[in-house]
């Protein structure tokens, strides 16, 4: 089963418990769903009618794990640990791979310092053993640690859900990606249409060239046969240059002198 499909079974599983129970008998369904290994999705259980009435009541500091959990890190945990109920460790774990995610959203390159930061981890050791265990066993990031660089670089990263007022800012960046890739197209589009133009152009040229080119052996093949012609009537007529040759291999007349 893919991580997908498994974790639309597992939310579809927590919105129907959460359907069916309400006030404090939520608690115990908000810190099971948190704490599942292979749950990262909270924004469908946030939504449900009896989890949003936990709003104003006792247990409304479940309701701020919850939403923790869907928008949150680790380090925002810690600065509010005093008002929210203590995390088991199965929760802490699926925080701090929350925390990577968060990370990876804007940054591809993440290095160790600032992770080390983020995750609470030492030393490096512990943080390698931490992404490649619980993140990248675990299929929520791909990516390549480079210890010479100190660095965890990022080639895929399950999103998170969206925050409030994520959306429109989506909404917008989407809107600004489709327009440029609308001028892109038109620009690769009058690129084409000019590389057409030029092919035409080029293989005219090359009809003209090559047109021209034949007239001139047309000419040159006209004219060698037209001193050929020449060549030939003065070689061979009577009188021409063999008649010479002949009058001048006939032993001439001695001339006397007058007295």
């Known amino acids: 089963m893919d991580i ?46 009896n989890v949003v009435e936990l709003e104003g009541t006792e247990s409304s500091v479940y309701l701020d794990v919850l939403r923790l959990f ?48 983020e995750l609470d981890v030492v030393n490096v050791r512990e943080l390698e053993d931490f ?56 620009t690769i589009q009058e690129k084409i249409k000019w590389a057409d133009t030029m092919s035409e152009s080029d293989k005219k040229h090359k009809r003209e060239v090559e047109e021209r080119l034949e007239e001139v052996k047309k000419t040159l093949s006209l004219k060698a046969d037209v001193d050929f012609r020449g060549l030939e009537e003065t070689y061979f007529e009577p009188g021409g240059v063999m008649d010479y040759e002949e009058d001048r291999s006939r032993p001439k007349r001695r001339r006397h002198p007058i007295s």
Request: with cysteine; hydrophobic share 40%.
């Open 4 to 49: 997908e499909q498994k974790q639309a079974e597992l939310i579809e599983y927590f919105v129907k418990q959460a359907e069916t129970h309400k006030g404090s008998s939520l608690s115990s369904i908000i810190i099971e769903a948190t704490s599942h290994p292979s749950l990262f999705a909270f924004s469908e259980i946030l939504s449900v009618p």
């Open 70 to 117: 869907a928008h949150g890190t680790w380090s925002e945990y810690k600065s509010n640990a005093g008002r929210l109920p203590g995390l088991v460790p199965d929760q802490v774990l699926k925080l701090k791979q929350l925390t990577v995610l968060t990370l990876a959203e804007t940054n591809k390159v993440l290095p160790y310092d600032q992770l080390m930061q």
């Open 131 to 186: 992404l490649i265990n619980e993140c990248m066993y675990a299929g929520i990031v791909r990516g390549k640690l480079d210890q010479l660089r100190r660095c965890f670089e990022v080639q895929f990263a399950a999103g998170r859900d969206l925050r409030p007022g994520q959306l429109g800012s989506m909404i917008q960046t989407l809107t600004n990606w489709l327009g440029t890739s609308d001028n892109l197209l038109l």
